[in-house]
């Protein structure tokens, strides 16, 4: 389904070196995938190449994003639209700051829908209303009418993961989607996007520094440094017997730090 080729980014910003440096990944229908890796290793840039979200006028991107068939990277901003609409989902870390404030919640779950779809304005609601309760925001006919700041941030989320999934698309591209949240609030968000993974089929890509989180959501991880994936494969195993130095210091660091906290 999504099979990148020695995909490399640069940006034109005269700064020297390589946001991304020829990485491979492959996802099948169904997969999840864990992305990780320290700060400014290139996780969000690789998410934002496949979701389109580089442009050619400030990056230098070389390779292949091959989903579906069709290389996104060839793709016109028009073709590109329609497969954000329909195809793939993004979602990230702080959803107030993707939600518009001044719109209500129903009505910005259903914008893809006006945008990309032919239904009629009772379809929608009917769909958004359904989408909703799958995502398990509260009374749907109230919190419909709601504004972003009358719900909480785990309720935000949850609409962000509504608005994205209502057209039902093959993959959704998570930017560290839980950190914002409190420990619960987390825990609820990753059983709902598991959920989804197993019985709506959705493939994620699910980048998170927090490892303990990965192990829980994907059966594959691949470990990002300095713009390049050092160590993939699946979770278990990579982290049971990691191979790359950096998969080791990432690992040593959660022991260290859950030996703390105890
Ligand atoms: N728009 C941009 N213009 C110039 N450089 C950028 C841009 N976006 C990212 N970079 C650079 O690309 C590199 C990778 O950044 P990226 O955001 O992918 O890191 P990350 O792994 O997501 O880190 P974090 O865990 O902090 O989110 C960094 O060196 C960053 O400074
Ligand atoms: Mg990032």
Do not use: W
């Not at 930017?175 to 420990?183: G, H, M, R, S």
């Not at 619960?184 to 059983?191: C, D, H, L, N, S």
């Not at 709506?200 to 998170?208: E, K």
Request: charged share 25%; with cysteine.
């Amino acid at each position: 389904m999504l099979d990148i080729r020695n995909l490399t980014v640069t940006f034109n910003d005269g700064r020297p070196g390589m946001a991304v440096r020829g990485i491979d990944l492959h996802m099948e229908a169904g997969d999840t995938l864990g992305l990780v890796g320290e700060s400014g290793s290139g996780k969000t840039v690789t998410a934002h190449t496949i979701a389109g979200l580089i442009k050619r006028d400030y990056a230098t991107v070389s390779g292949e994003v091959i989903f579906d068939g069709r290389d996104i990277l060839k793709c016109t901003d028009d073709e590109m639209r329609l497969l954000q609409g329909k195809d793939i989902g993004m979602i990230f870390q702080e959803p107030m700051t993707s939600l518009d404030p001044l719109m209500k919640i129903g009505r910005q779950i259903e914008e893809t829908l006006r945008l990309h779809c032919r239904f009629t304005a009772e379809e929608r609601r009917n769909m958004v209303l359904e989408v909703m309760r799958l995502v398990g925001l509260p009374n749907p006919d109230l919190t419909y009418k709601k504004y972003p700041h009358q719900l909480s941030g785990g309720q935000r989320q949850r609409a962000m993961i509504a608005a994205a999934f209502i057209t039902h698309p093959k993959l959704l591209i998570l930017d560290e989607p839980t950190t914002a949240l409190d420990v619960t609030v987390q825990a609820q968000i990753i059983e709902l996007l598991k959920r989804l993974n197993e019985k709506c089929g959705v493939s994620l890509l699910f980048i998170s520094h927090d490892l303990r989180v990965i192990k829980r959501v994907c059966k594959k991880v691949a470990v990002m440094y300095n713009g390049e994936i050092v160590e993939q494969g699946d979770t278990e195993q990579v982290f049971s017997d990691p191979r790359h130095e950096y998969t080791k210091e990432l690992i040593a660091a959660v022991t260290a730090r859950r030996r703390v906290n105890v």
